[in-house]
């Protein structure tokens, strides 16, 4: 019996030292530098030539994109194609961002029409705190042109192999019939242009939730 007890000891000492944790978990802080049990993502569309010439780096109007900031100094590049007959009324609509609650990745988004003029630049540059969703609307009637995405972290140190990101560019009518309004604003007028444009963004914001 005495023997017993011993060789009991000994088992319950070893599961103490050596550790019982499930598959892809671990008790320190997820700070992207510990890959322990976790298969990396395969890491694609790293290239402009790769977000011209391979489908899945071929975005779809509309659909979402989910994707990893897999490795330090990932550089994620996608195109997508703009459709033809767009108007003054015409606005493109690029979403991206988290829904984890929180990542080491400080996402950035350029929206490059053909590869050369940015049309806008996101950075989610959150910090320690939570990540917050990134919204490009842009007015623009280049009908057929081709936009390439470049997605990174804005450091190009931090990673997240845990959490995926999301991306979707769409096209939509701006929801005031009164826009596009050419004419040019007064000093005065100023502050409440602001105003206006934020009432807008509010408007459009509701209108395609």
């Not at 007890?5 to 997820?30: H, I």
């Not at 996608?78 to 996402?107: D, I, K, Q, W």
Request: charged share 25%; proline share 6%; glycine share 8%.
């Amino acid at each position: 019996m005495r023997s017993f007890r011993w060789v009991t000891a000994l088992v319950m000492l070893s599961v103490g030292v050596f550790g019982c944790d499930q598959p892809g978990m671990d008790d320190s802080e997820d700070d992207g530098t510990d890959t322990t049990d976790m298969p990396l993502p395969p890491d694609k569309c790293n290239t402009m030539d790769d977000a011209k010439n391979v489908a899945e780096c071929q975005l779809q109007l509309g659909v979402e994109k989910v994707e990893y900031i897999g490795l330090k100094g990932d550089v994620d590049w996608y195109s997508v194609t703009l459709p033809t007959g767009l108007t003054s009324r015409s606005l493109l609509h690029v979403s991206a961002g988290f829904s984890a609650p929180a990542t080491a990745v400080n996402l950035s988004v350029n929206v490059l029409l053909n590869g050369t003029q940015s049309l806008g630049l996101m950075i989610d540059k959150h910090g320690q705190a939570a990540p917050t969703p990134l919204d490009l609307i842009a007015r623009n009637q280049s009908s057929g042109a081709q936009l390439l995405i470049m997605v990174q972290d804005q450091s190009g140190k931090n990673f997240d192999w845990r959490n995926p990101y999301s991306l979707k560019i769409e096209v939509v009518d701006d929801p005031d019939t009164n826009e596009p309004n050419d004419t040019t604003p007064d000093a005065a007028a100023t502050d409440q242009h602001r105003r206006g444009d934020d009432r807008q963004r509010d408007r459009f914001s509701r209108h395609h939730r």
